[in-house]
């Protein structure tokens, strides 16, 4: 199982394990540093808040923060949650569509 972190490495030629920096992830994937930082601080907060849910192998909220940096980048499920910063409008759901009325004759 790869992590986002390795398909970001992939995707941009780099070896797997390539460590970045986030003005670096930011500018590779096109957004704003301003805006990967605000995802990072998220992440940070996330780790802070619900303690629980953090894998054991993950020893820092900054940890955390990139890794959830990279996964909003690659699609994953941040991606949905992250979506004002990554400048992406969230899918509305569409409207039911409407019953055409019938002709009296």
């Known amino acids: 199982m790869s992590t986002y972190k390795q398909k970001f490495n992939k995707k941009h030629g ?3 394990d390539a460590t970045n920096s986030v003005a670096k992830i930011a500018r590779l994937s096109g957004i ?3 805006k990967a930082n605000q995802i990072v ?5 996330a780790y802070n808040t619900n303690p ?3 894998r054991p192998q993950v020893k820092s909220t900054r940890q955390w923060g990139i890794a959830r940096l990279y996964s909003a980048v690659m699609g994953g499920k941040a991606a949905k ?3 004002k ?3 992406k409008s969230t899918p ?4 039911p ?4 009325k019938k002709k009296a004759y």
């Open 14 to 16: 780099q070896p797997l």
């Open 32 to 34: 704003s540093t301003s």
């Open 41 to 45: 601080k998220k992440g940070m907060g």
């Open 52 to 54: 629980q849910s953090v």
């Open 81 to 83: 949650v992250d979506a």
């Open 85 to 87: 910063e990554l400048g």
């Open 92 to 95: 509305q759901k569409k409207p």
């Open 97 to 100: 569509p409407q019953k055409k």
